[in-house]
């Protein structure tokens, strides 16, 4: 029912910069919230911000400073602006919306920090 495509995943540095992207089928409007995800090789998958239809974010203890989470209600677009990032925020990235009390998740984007 609802679809997300995610961009901007990719290679950076040590203390590097990216905003990944999730577009939403639907209004977001009618998401309860969006919310950002990641999954390093063997570790369990780890949510680490999110944004409500009203605006209210969360921002997990370990991005905190580094990473906020922000929305375009016109193009039903989500972002996570990624700053300092540190060879531990290295993992698979996954946005995931709630609607209707149901889950939808995207595809998953890989972020590598590395030198």
């Known amino acids: 029912q609802v679809q997300l495509v995610e961009s901007g995943g990719g290679l950076v540095q040590p203390g590097g910069s990216l905003r990944l992207s999730c577009s939403a089928s639907?209004?977001?409007?009618?998401?309860?919230?969006m919310q950002w995800y990641r999954q390093a090789p063997g570790n369990a998958r780890e949510l680490i911000a999110g944004i409500t239809s009203t605006g209210m974010t969360n921002v997990a203890n370990s991005v905190k400073g580094r990473f906020t989470i922000s929305r375009d209600n016109a193009k039903n677009t989500v972002y996570l602006q990624m700053n300092s990032l540190k060879p531990e925020d290295t993992a698979v990235y996954y946005c995931?919306?709630?609607?209707?009390?149901?889950?939808?998740w995207g595809q998953g984007t890989q972020v590598t920090v590395s030198s």
């Open positions: 995931k919306a709630r609607r209707d009390y149901s889950d939808y």
């Open positions: 639907v209004s977001i409007f009618t998401i309860y919230a």
